[in-house]
């Protein structure tokens, strides 16, 4: 159980890890680029909606509409303590969406293509630093184009793929993966098992595409927020993949400002997290949560008419104090561990 612990957390890691530097002609500037050409600075000096007028504006919904196309940059920092070991991966991504149509059910059918894409990881040692194994792609770098050991970042480099987005901002589906795969197996696709096939195409869309992409979106409101301007969405998510877990995220409207000729929400969240089973064991092992404190919090620019998202940041903090013990033996092995990240998104144009 302890290994389990462990590996679900490099999982976690690795699925929402970017860094914020690049070297990529989208960023060159190092300005906050978006549709109207907002920045950071643009929205700190703005002015406030008057609140009479701002009641209309908080009925929320994705509502892109056919042929709109948004370049974002999606950049995150993950790390990971356990003893003496510090795991860190940091990714940017550079993604295109054009916009199709909205279904009749309201949803809105998008493609989305990687552009670039960079990942750097790290494993270190704490007690003794010069232990330390490295690990660094990018796509736009020709050497590592070449190199076996990226292949499998480099098939997902400008092939578009399709999803369907709800107007709550949730993916529904993501499809047209068959290219991708092709590239992966090569000229072995006709001899690899159904079974197969689809394990991996399932494993590429939930690890590259619908957990990493989620991060976008924010969960909008089932109808039009109270007097607070609040509102929230429970998940059950196991802590540490092993703790049974309801992690909530809480919402709140903060302001609404015109910036040039659009109306920009800007929103607030923090997570609360309540673990609901704090022993868990299996035929080898047992395992007890003594302690542990879970915090995040956030800051979401969002366009008014159209719900897509403009600017986002996003931090939480894990720490876990367990103890497993090894129901043959008898002995007790205490685990603890930190787990942290940030998640930055940019609307770029």
Known sequence: MNKTLTALCLIGIALSSCDKTNS????????????????????SNAVSIPIAEQAELLDIRYAVKPGDVFHY???????MEEDTLRLETRTTQF????????????????????????????MKNLKNPAQMRERKFNSTNPEDKKNPEFANYM?????????????????????????????????????????????????????????????????????????????SKTFSIPLAGTFAANSTII?????????????????????????????????????KLNSNKVTGSGRILLDAQKG????????????ID????????????RRVQKQSSSVAIELLR
């Open 251 to 287: 919402y709140t409207v903060r302001d609404i400002k015109k910036i040039r000729d659009r109306n920009v929400i800007e929103i607030g969240s923090r997570v609360n997290s309540v673990v609901t089973n704090p022993k868990v064991e299996n035929q080898q092992l047992s395992a």
């Open 155 to 231: 098939v997902l480099i400008g092939e578009d793929v399709t999803m369907l987005v709800s107007p709550k901002g949730v993916i529904e589906e993501i499809s047209g993966f068959t290219p991708i795969y092709n590239k992966i197996v090569g000229d072995k696709k006709d001899s690899v098992p159904a079974d197969q096939r689809d394990m991996i195409i399932e494993r590429l869309k939930a690890e590259m595409y619908a957990i990493p992409l989620q991060q976008e979106f924010i969960t909008y409101p089932d109808s039009i927020p109270d007097s607070t301007r609040s509102w």
């Open 95 to 122: 993604y295109t969406k054009k916009v199709k149509s909205v279904r009749s059910d309201g949803s809105i059918e998008l493609t989305l293509r990687y552009d670039s894409m960079m990942v750097a990881s790290s």
């Open 322 to 333: 367990a103890t497993l013990t090894d129901k043959q033996s008898k002995q007790e092995m």
């Open 24 to 43: 990529t002609p989208e960023d060159a500037s190092g300005t906050e680029k978006t549709n109207a050409g907002v920045t950071s600075q643009d929205t």
């Open 308 to 319: 897509y998202t403009i600017l986002k940041n996003q931090n939480l903090t894990q720490f």
């Open 73 to 79: 940059k999606m950049s995150a920092v993950s790390s």
